[in-house]
């Protein structure tokens, strides 16, 4: 390679930098961000700024349902298909199990009281029946009501998919 090409490398690198030092600070020129300009003293700020319209928080002096009331308003149809959900790991006949527990007569029952099944460490330990309080508690999350339980449902979020389901389980009798 002779001085000729040397002085051409040099010069195009030369060139590259001097490129994007002007495309730098031509663009910070234009797009101009944070801290004080460089003109006017204004201070800048980056983005464009949204309005947004101020919501007053509506208040309820209702008392919310409890869960007797909605017991009293559910509905074992609706809570039929909430047990959709359910259906992949669950069956209703009496002694039928699948990955879970039959839920044949489960409103009643001791929580991990069927013999034949084989429950968590979690579950077979827990104190208590399975009634409409403990059984609205345990499907908001499961997980989080017994820790340590294999079921990783996540749960139901709305009170009356709750209470639905209860009043269809209390019909499996």
């Not at 031509?26 to 919501?55: C, F, L, N, R």
């Amino acid at each position: 390679m002779d001085t000729m090409e040397t002085t051409k490398i040099v010069g195009g690198v030369c060139a590259a930098m001097l490129v994007f030092m002007l495309g730098g600070w031509a663009a910070e020129e234009v797009y101009h961000v944070g801290g004080k300009g460089h003109h006017d003293g204004e201070e800048h700020i980056s983005g464009y700024p949204i309005e947004v319209a101020e919501v007053e928080e509506t208040i309820s002096n209702e008392p919310e349902m409890t869960l007797d009331e909605m017991m009293a308003m559910a509905d074992p149809a609706k809570g039929e298909k909430v047990f959709s959900k359910c259906k992949a790991c669950h069956k209703v006949g009496d002694g039928e199990h699948g990955t879970g527990p039959s839920m044949y007569q489960v409103v009643g029952r001791d929580i991990g009281g069927i013999g034949s099944f084989e429950y968590s460490g979690a579950m077979a330990e827990f104190e208590g029946v399975w009634d409409a309080e403990t059984l609205n508690a345990f499907l908001i999350r499961p997980a989080s009501y017994i820790n340590g339980t294999k079921m990783s449902f996540a749960g139901l979020k709305k009170e009356m998919d709750r209470a639905n389901l209860i009043k269809y389980l209390e019909t499996l009798q």
